[in-house]
């Protein structure tokens, strides 16, 4: 016998409940990868930026003083090893939000090196590239195996 409407319990099953959590588990599953690689390469970008800028202010300083520049504090940034955080503004290396170091190396009056390497969550996240380095010449370069890090 049925019961009456007003007496029916309304509601979800358990199993019900229990393939609805293993639906989201298994989208989670997929989509948080795929987010932390897009994380790296966005924050990835801000190294990117910060080397091109010192490139253009050697080159500035070059035709200015016909070498260049062995500090980064020559060139108007505020540090040398300059620190930035995920922004591209200027921070230190203690701060949770610095994602790069960004350093001068191999400085002669022809020839300098430039390296920007990761900090903190950048440093495990962004295995694949590891440290990004760029030259007088234009030449980029990366430490990692990975394929598109420029």
């Known amino acids: 016998m049925k019961k009456p409407a007003h007496l029916r319990q309304a509601g979800f099953t358990l199993i019900e409940l229990m393939v609805v959590v293993a639906i989201v588990a298994i989208?989670?599953?997929v989509a948080f990868p795929s987010y932390e690689r897009y994380v790296a390469r966005a924050k990835r970008a801000v190294g990117q930026n910060v080397l091109m800028q010192v490139a253009d202010r050697?080159?500035?300083f070059f035709m200015d003083n016909k070498r260049f520049?062995?500090?980064l504090t020559n060139l108007g940034f505020t540090a040398n090893p300059?620190?930035?955080?995920d922004d591209g503004a200027s921070t230190v290396a203690g701060d949770v939000d610095a994602v790069?170091?960004?350093a001068l190396s191999n400085v002669t009056a022809t020839t300098w090196s430039a390296t920007a390497t990761p900090l903190h969550g950048q440093l495990s996240r962004d295995?694949?590239?590891g440290n990004l380095t760029m030259n007088q010449a234009g030449a980029k370069g990366k430490s990692g195996a990975g394929d598109s890090c420029w």
């Open 58 to 60: 050697q080159q500035q």
């Open 127 to 129: 295995t694949s590239c």
């Open 82 to 85: 300059f620190i930035v955080d």
């Open 69 to 71: 520049a062995a500090d």
């Open 100 to 102: 790069y170091s960004v």
């Open 27 to 29: 989208i989670f599953a």
